[in-house]
């Protein structure tokens, strides 16, 4: 199975900060990497698919970039509802696995 | 629009089978490249994936439970069907199904959380 590590597990950030979130697969996934956005007691929310492309949708302040094993997400002037916890997921092969999750918060 | 729904028990005993429906709509499972997979997430854990099946029919599971899963489809009903057999305490989470097209799952269902205990 393809490890998936996020870093950091946590993030504290104020209202109007940019943050980026790093993804590191085990080994390589070319593009096929997904973000997700989650919020309490809700369902994951697709971000970002191969690796820099925008769902439909999702504000441009989100942007994710990186091929092979590291990847990043970067949120730009965060705003109160961009407080959530974060995944990445390979779609590479099988089985599918998702990073640990990054919980980012308010300072 | 694209929406998915999963129904079912929400408490389970243990050693027995928890069986899940997917429904959506929105999209037909008989469309090339169409796919609906199937997420758990145990209190305040990590996402999991857990399998999938495509528009032939085509089947992924996960290796470590691969022997406990298995997903069918009713194209006509708009419905994919979960089942895992022998469930453990360990096995309380809650369960998504969601599209997959291109290969990620861009639509997700709300969620239905299975409490396995006696």
């Known amino acids: 199975d393809i490890q998936m590590t996020q870093s950091p597990s946590s993030l504290s950030a104020s209202v109007g900060d940019r943050v980026t979130i790093t993804c590191r697969a085990s080994q390589g996934i070319s593009k096929y990497l997904a973000w997700f956005q989650q919020k309490p007691g809700k369902a994951p929310k697709s971000l970002i698919y191969?690796?820099?492309s925008l769902q439909s949708g999702v504000p441009s302040k989100f942007s994710g970039s990186g091929s092979g094993t590291d990847f990043t997400l970067t949120i730009s002037s965060l705003q109160p509802e961009d407080f959530a916890t974060y995944y990445c997921?390979?779609?590479?092969?099988?089985?599918?696995?998702f990073g640990q999750g990054t919980k980012l918060e308010i300072k | 629009q694209i929406t998915l729904k999963e129904s079912g028990p929400t408490l389970v005993k243990p050693t027995q089978t928890l069986t899940l429906t997917c429904t959506f709509s929105g999209f037909s499972l008989s469309t090339s490249g169409v796919g609906v997979g199937w997420i758990r997430q145990p209190p305040g854990k990590a996402l999991e994936w857990l399998g999938i099946?495509?528009?032939?029919?085509?089947?992924r599971y996960s290796p470590s439970l691969k022997t406990r899963l298995t997903i069918t489809k009713d194209t006509s009903k708009k419905q994919v069907v979960f089942t895992m057999t022998s469930l453990d305490p360990v096995d309380t989470a809650t369960y998504y199904c969601a599209h997959q097209y291109g290969g990620h799952m861009d639509v997700w269902g709300q969620g239905t959380t299975v409490t396995v205990s006696s």
């Open positions: 191969a690796a820099s």
């Open positions: 997921q390979q779609y590479n092969s099988y089985p599918r696995t």
């Open positions: 099946i495509y528009w032939d029919d085509d089947k």
